[in-house]
């Protein structure tokens, strides 16, 4: 049987920490945590992670994470498992530029941090949520961006960050919400409306590398498609824009002519999902975590950061 080798340019998911807080009672009208007490709960957080690398087992996490996070985070164990590898723990140097916690008047609550990884030379930009008084703060977003890149100031009011709600396009050319869904249908089809509704930013075109570089595998039929969960946490700039978090659903499927087999390369996370390559048919699921900043006036939303991964597979 000839087998094809399949080559991907396509996003890696990248480990990722979190700034957890610890439990306890939190007042509906609490401004901002301190730098100083997120830095120690991060630091306790790293407890757990290396606990989790330790076991290879990504279950400790579960504690502390949630949502597309912990199905990314859960992806790489499972890839470091069936690949026999190892993870390197989190002892390398952090940095916690920016907490913000909005004003809220009923649960759940909410709140915003950068955490500047020295050692991976990138900024998380994250969210953590708490659902009730007695539940703990869960990391629900965490996209990152190169440690250059400019993360936009949150714009503050009262002492507290402000939000946006995800389909107030006051100011801007569009709204949260339609900012995820004209991003999602940019990524699914270049010739769409909405692709020149939004920028052609650098996680557009790597994305559009990947699927054009699968659609020319001979006797393969390849496919991609986008969506988007709806749009939740919104913050507004200073400049009178927003920073959305927005969680994109891609689904890559293969349709293989009979007698070939297509396989990826050793080591690489589709290769751990399917080992046996695809000889038929197969899907591969993944999750991107993108932060948009859509800008003031008529300028068009695009993606400073993102943190994405395969969650699962399955073939024929």
């Given at each position: 049987?000839?087998?094809?080798?399949?080559?991907?340019?396509?996003a890696l998911?990248?480990?990722a920490?979190a700034?957890?807080h610890?439990r306890g009672?939190?007042?509906m009208e609490k401004?901002?945590a301190?730098?100083t007490e997120?830095?120690?709960v991060?630091?306790?957080?790293?407890?757990?992670r290396?606990t989790?690398?330790?076991?290879?087992?990504?279950?400790?996490?579960?504690i502390?994470e949630?949502?597309?996070?912990?199905?990314?985070?859960?992806?790489?164990?499972e890839?470091?498992?069936r690949?026999?590898?190892?993870?390197?723990?989190?002892t390398?140097?952090f940095?916690?530029?920016?907490?913000?916690?909005?004003r809220f008047t009923t649960?759940?609550l909410?709140?915003?941090a950068v955490?500047?990884?020295?050692s991976?030379?990138?900024?998380?930009?994250?969210?953590?949520?708490?659902e009730?008084?007695?539940?703990?703060?869960?990391?629900?977003?965490?996209?990152?961006?190169?440690?250059?890149?400019?993360?936009?100031?949150v714009?503050?009011?009262?002492?507290?960050?402000l939000?946006?709600?995800?389909?107030?396009a006051?100011g801007?050319?569009?709204?949260?919400?339609?900012?995820a869904?004209?991003?999602?249908?940019?990524?699914?089809?270049?010739?769409?409306a909405?692709?020149?509704?939004?920028?052609?930013?650098s996680?557009?075109?790597?994305m559009?590398?990947?699927?054009?570089?699968?659609?020319?595998l001979e006797g393969?039929?390849?496919?991609q498609s986008?969506?988007?969960?709806p749009?939740?946490?919104?913050?507004?700039?200073?400049?009178?824009?927003?920073?959305?978090?927005?969680t994109?659903?891609r689904?890559?499927?293969y349709?293989?002519k009979?007698?070939?087999?297509?396989s990826w390369p050793?080591g690489?996370?589709?290769q751990?999902?399917?080992s046996?390559?695809?000889?038929?048919?197969?899907?591969?699921?993944?999750?991107h975590q993108?932060?948009l900043?859509?800008?003031?006036g008529?300028?068009k939303?695009r993606?400073?950061?993102q943190?994405?991964?395969v969650?699962?597979?399955?073939?024929?």
């Amino acid at each position: 049987m000839k087998r094809l080798s399949l080559v991907l340019v396509c996003a890696l998911a990248l480990s990722a920490c979190a700034v957890p807080h610890k439990r306890g009672d939190l007042a509906m009208e609490k401004t901002a945590a301190g730098k100083t007490e997120v830095s120690e709960v991060f630091a306790e957080y790293r407890k757990v992670r290396n606990t989790a690398i330790e076991l290879l087992d990504a279950k400790p996490l579960s504690i502390v994470e949630s949502g597309p996070v912990l199905a990314i985070d859960t992806g790489s164990f499972e890839v470091s498992q069936r690949l026999a590898k190892t993870q390197k723990q989190d002892t390398g140097s952090f940095e916690v530029t920016d907490v913000q916690t909005p004003r809220f008047t009923t649960y759940p609550l909410w709140f915003y941090a950068v955490v500047h990884d020295n050692s991976a030379g990138v900024n998380r930009v994250q969210i953590f949520e708490r659902e009730t008084a007695v539940e703990p703060w869960l990391l629900v977003a965490s996209p990152e961006t190169l440690a250059d890149t400019p993360i936009p100031d949150v714009r503050r009011e009262g002492g507290n960050a402000l939000t946006v709600k995800p389909d107030d396009a006051v100011g801007m050319s569009m709204s949260a919400t339609d900012a995820a869904k004209a991003y999602a249908k940019s990524l699914a089809d270049p010739s769409s409306a909405e692709a020149g509704k939004v920028a052609d930013d650098s996680f557009i075109k790597q994305m559009r590398t990947t699927a054009d570089n699968n659609s020319k595998l001979e006797g393969v039929t390849f496919s991609q498609s986008w969506g988007n969960e709806p749009v939740k946490y919104v913050l507004r700039t200073t400049d009178g824009g927003a920073l959305a978090f927005v969680t994109l659903l891609r689904l890559d499927t293969y349709a293989v002519k009979d007698g070939l087999t297509i396989s990826w390369p050793e080591g690489t996370p589709q290769q751990a999902f399917l080992s046996s390559g695809i000889s038929s048919s197969g899907k591969l699921r993944y999750y991107h975590q993108v932060l948009l900043y859509i800008p003031p006036g008529n300028g068009k939303p695009r993606a400073i950061g993102q943190y994405g991964g395969v969650v699962s597979a399955d073939s024929q």
